[in-house]
């Protein structure tokens, strides 16, 4: 485990402890997909905190979102730069990615570390399901939490963003 994934791992449970939310860790080989990695985590595909770092194009300094949506969906960018009043909005590039989470796409947690990095989250993930399950700075490793605690802990800005 490099420095920054032990750090990232880190600041995780720290907030957690801190927030006093329970939480469970599990340990697992990396699956890739959605679908393989729900399976491994003995959950369902939609319960999966898919964590997404966008950034948007028109600002003079870059903007990013960490936008969080269910793992069986798709982002929509055109419904996400509609409902944020900005005409363009795309994924960051890796390097963007790392820099602003210490993590390698696929393994972000949806949390928001990174003063410069607003956090939008689909409502349709919470109301679907009473716990979610996320990657916890790893491909190899997932946390799960009650859909409440996260929300409580987050306060993410709740839109619609998600592909019909």
Do not use: W
């Not at 960490?66 to 509609?82: E, H, N, T």
């Not at 990095?117 to 399950?133: C, G, N, T």
Request: charged fraction near 25%.
């Amino acid at each position: 485990m490099n420095q920054s994934l032990s750090n990232q791992v880190g600041t995780l449970t720290n907030f957690f402890e801190n927030k006093m939310i329970d939480y469970l860790v599990i340990n697992h080989e990396s699956g890739g997909k959605c679908e393989e990695v729900a399976k491994i985590r003995g959950t369902e595909v939609g319960q999966g905190a898919k964590a997404l770092v966008c950034k948007i194009k028109e600002v003079m300094s870059p903007q990013y979102l960490l936008v969080v949506i269910p793992g069986d969906r798709q982002l929509d960018f055109k419904k996400l730069a509609s409902e944020l009043g900005v005409k363009k909005i795309s994924l960051a590039t890796i390097d963007e990615v790392y820099n602003l989470t210490y993590c390698v796409p696929g393994a972000v947690p949806p949390f928001s570390f990174h003063e410069d990095m607003k956090l939008v989250a689909d409502p349709s993930l919470f109301q679907r399901f009473d716990e979610i399950a996320f990657n916890a700075g790893s491909l190899e490793r997932s946390i799960k939490m009650k859909s409440k605690d996260y929300l409580a802990a987050t306060s993410p800005v709740l839109l619609d963003v998600i592909k019909e």
